[in-house]
């Protein structure tokens, strides 16, 4: 094997190296984005809050109602 095929194959097996290493850290990236929770837009972050709200409301009024039948 003359210097420059072996210079040529050396180069080949370091891109080889190369591409086989960042295929795998594209597929531990992968991984990562599915096991993390994805994040809450504004809006339903919004909703979110709103829904809890009405409960809270919902279930004070129940109370209240409650409270006032048992008065009667």
Known sequence: MTNSQYNEQNEQDELQRYLEEKARQEQ???KQKEQEPEQLSAYEACVLRESARIHELIAEAQ???NEHSEDE
């Open 28 to 30: 531990e990236q992968e």
């Open 63 to 65: 109370k209240n109602t």
